[in-house]
Each structure stands twice: as C-alpha cells, then as structure tokens.
C-alpha cells in the first residue's frame, strides 16, 4: 500500500538508545502545528533554538534543541522539523506516543521521508540509493563511492545526459514533423549524430568502470585455495587476528567456506577459506570441494597456497579459469633442506607472522588495478548498469546507420531516454515537450 502523504509523518531518525541525543524529525503539512503544541512559539527557521517540550496537558517531557525547516526547502520538500532530545528510552517514548496523538500524525514507515523527497523531486533515485550506501558505509572507499552518489555527482552526470538526449531527440523531431515546412533545413538533425556518438562513448566509459563500482560497494573477493593442510584456514586467522577457522593438524577440516571480512587500505575484502582440494570419496568433503571450487570460480583473487616446507610436493587440484592467482609458499619458519626448491609469488609464516604485510599489499595493488577510475561518478548498482547497457545499446543503435530511417532512428533515442529516466527516476515527456517547444518556433 502507498503511505498517504497528507500524513505528517515522524521517527526517532537518530540511532540505537541510550545515546547523548536522540533526534526526532517530523516531516509533513501539520508538523508546524503539532510543534506549536509542544513547544509554543516556533523558533526562526534554521536555527537551533532551546525550547521546553511539553505534552498537550501541560506535562514538562524534556528540553532540547529545536529547528524548523519550512518546505519546499527542507530535505523531504515538505515542512520538517527535527527536536534534539535527550537520549534515554522514556524520553523519546513519552515523546513519540505524545506525537501519535495527534490528528493525521504517526510514525514513519521504513524510508518513508526519502520516499517524500523524491516524490517532491528533491533527490533522484540514484541520489536516495546514494544514500542508503552511505548510511550502509563501513569503510573509506565505500563512504566516498556512496558520497559521489548522495551529493548528487553521479546524477549531474546522467542529467547532463539527459539534457543533450533531449536535445539530439527535439532536432530529429522536428525534422520529422516540420521538414516540408522549409524553415527547418532537411539536415538539421545530421548535427545531432556526431554528439550522439560521443554520448555513447561516455556510456560505454561507465560501463567499463561498472566492475569497479561492484568492487568498491559490494567487497573484492580473495579466495585462500590450496591442497589440505597447506596452512589455509591460517592464513585466515593471522590476516584477521582472531580464530575464525578452526585449524587442526588433520588434513580436510574445513568442509564449507568460511568468509570474514577485512579492510585493506579503504576497500572491503571478503576473504573465503575453502575446503582443501583432493581426490577424496568422503561425501561431505566431497560437497566442501564443490562448494570451494564454485568460490574459486567467482573469486576476483585467488591466493594458491603451497606448503614451502612439506617435505615432498603435493599434487595440486587447484583450477582456477582466467582469476588473478598470487601463488603462496606457506610455512617459511618450517623449511628444511628437504623442502622443495620451488619460487612463489610471496612467501609467508602464518605461525610467526612474517610476510603478511606483504601479502596485504600484492592484494591491495591488484584491488587497485581492479578498481582504477578517474571519478567515483560510476554505477555501482545491477540496476543501474541494467539501464545503462540499454542506453548504449539504443544510442548506438540510433548512430549506427542512416538506412534505417529518422523515425526508427526517433525511437531508439527515445528508448535510450526511457532508460536514463529509469535511472534517475525522472520521466520525460513533459520535458521533451518543453524542449521542443523551447528549441524551435514551431507553433506559428
Ligand atoms: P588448511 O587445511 O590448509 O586450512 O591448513 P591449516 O591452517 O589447518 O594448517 C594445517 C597445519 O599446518 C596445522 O597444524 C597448522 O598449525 C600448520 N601450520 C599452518 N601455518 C603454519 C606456519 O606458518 N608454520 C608452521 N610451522 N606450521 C603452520
């Protein structure tokens, strides 16, 4: 059901209590009579002002901090106003249950004042997922890929897009519609085409940075692989300073993949220890080597473990496709004359804690590589991409060739509008409208 937006709606929009301050923000057409209730005069929009709030029977609930934010310029486009509470439980319960007392007031759903602001244009959606990034931000690079979002970097972007597609769309209608008409040269749409194809190659740059705004959101994913005992689930536990897999000197202990996650220099890792990979017909390490390999199959890194001190090589089952591997000698500490005279990409003691450090840093440099882009504008939802794969598609499709006609031409632009509207939230037809009727005299 779509929450009714005559409601005035309110929530604690500050976190977890007890806390110092709880805020609570109320957004909607009665919110400025409602305050007025609590809290008598309203004080000067913008500014913080100490107020004593009390209920309607003249009950002292708390003092705080009070700001207005009369719409549209507010964050929902509607009146707001947020109250600084103190931040204990019946603070705010006694301050919430007096708020739903009121007529047309209650409690916001999940969302619900980010619905408003872009129901009332104040944030495209791309802006408002920007948003919930942020708000869902645990390291750097994910706070400044969510940023470039929320603050609105990424949808000026799309906007200016949107504005030439308009613009490249109007010519080639008015070729359309007024060519016999004699005031609109036969070519005026040929303009169009060059810009058109430099569009599509913007797009095509989007996309080619979409693998890197999957990596920065959603985590690049390592993968520790390797024969039985090669010192995996370890290396886990020393990356991640605690025990997180269990290690046992019996070769086939880990049976599922675990998964921890790091932070490595801003970027979120997820690390997979996997089942050790060998011929085996025990069932349940047979399912472990399954689920290892379909790990390895989606990795963005694999690290291939070698035990540098076993006193004989191992035959390895490890495969790993086209994934970028960093083959590892573990167990320096343990190397014996013995021991293979084998070269590895790195070497490491898990027991001793010796190379680590550099082993972060060869997962950072291919994380870097994997991840290197001019501007953090990018697309970094399916979604997106989604949208922007059939803005190409059609853009292209629309520069392509002359033979097909201006109006299967028209329709492949206005499909690639379609999409970019999609993107943002932002449906067109009035603005062509508009742009039409701005661009050219065609009504006289
Ligand atoms: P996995 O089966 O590949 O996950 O290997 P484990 O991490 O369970 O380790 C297998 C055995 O190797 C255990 O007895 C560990 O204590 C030992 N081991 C792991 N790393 C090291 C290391 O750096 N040095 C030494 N000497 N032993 C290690």
């Known amino acids: 059901m ?29 919110t400025f009579v409602v305050l007025n209730a609590l809290i008598g005069t309203l004080p000067r929009p913008r500014f913080a002002s100490l107020r004593s709030i009390r209920s309607r029977d003249g009950v002292l609930l708390d003092t705080g901090l009070v700001v207005i934010f009369p719409g549209p310029a507010s964050f929902t486009g509607e009146d707001c106003a947020e109250i600084h509470l103190h931040g204990g439980k019946a603070v705010v319960a ?32 791309v802006e408002i997922e920007g948003l919930a990034d942020l708000l869902a931000a645990e390291t750097e690079m994910q706070r400044r890929l969510a ?59 989007q996309l080619e940075a979409e693998r890197a705004g999957e990596i920065i959101r959603d985590g690049f994913k390592v993968v520790i692989a390797g024969s039985p005992n090669v010192g995996k689930s370890s290396l886990l536990n020393a990356l991640v300073d605690r025990e997180v897999a269990i290690v046992t000197e019996y070769a086939g202990t880990t049976r599922d993949v675990l998964h921890c996650e790091l932070d490595i220099a801003g970027f979120a890792v997820h690390l997979f220890d996997t089942a050790g990979i060998r011929e085996t017909d ?59 005279k084998h070269t590895y990409d790195l070497m490491i003691s898990s027991a001793q804690k010796v190379g680590l450090d550099d082993l972060r840093q060869a997962i950072l440099q291919v994380l870097r590589e994997k991840t290197y882009v001019i501007s953090l504008a990018i697309p970094s939802r399916i979604r997106q991409r989604q949208h922007l794969r059939d803005i190409l598609a059609n853009v292209e499709e629309a520069v392509r060739s002359a033979d097909i006609g201006l109006e299967l031409r028209a329709e ?16 067109d037809v009035e603005a062509m409208l508009g742009k039409i009727f701005s661009d050219f005299c065609v009504g006289k």
């Not at 076993?310 to 496709?321: I, K, P, Q, R």
């Open 282 to 340: 025990e069932p349940v390490e047979r399912e472990g080597i399954r689920r290892a390999l379909g790990t390895i199959a989606e990795a963005d890194l694999v690290l291939h473990l070698k035990d540098a001190s076993a006193a004989a090589e191992s035959v390895d089952f490890v495969h790993h496709g086209d994934v970028p591997v960093i083959t590892v000698g573990t167990k320096i500490d343990a190397i014996t004359d013995s021991s293979p």
């Open 412 to 427: 492949y632009l206005r499909r690639a509008s379609d999409s970019l509207g999609r993107i943002t939230g932002k449906i």
């Open 147 to 205: 940023a470039e979002q929320s603050f609105g970097r990424l949808s000026a972007v799309y906007d200016g897009w949107r504005e030439r597609l308009l613009h490249a769309r109007a010519m080639v209608e008015a070729e359309l519609d007024f060519a016999d008409e004699g005031d609109i040269p036969g070519s005026v749409s040929d303009q169009v085409w060059p810009d058109l194809n430099a569009l599509a190659g913007e797009v095509r740059k």
């Open 2 to 30: 779509i929450p009714d937006s005559n409601e005035t709606i309110f929530a604690l929009s500050s976190g977890a209590l007890p806390a110092g301050v709880a805020v609570v923000r109320l957004s909607g057409p009665a």
């Open 94 to 125: 006694a301050v919430l249950s007096e708020l739903e007392g009121f007529d047309g007031c209650r409690i916001a759903e999940a969302g619900e004042f980010s619905r408003r602001a872009f129901e009332n244009g104040k944030l495209d959606l």
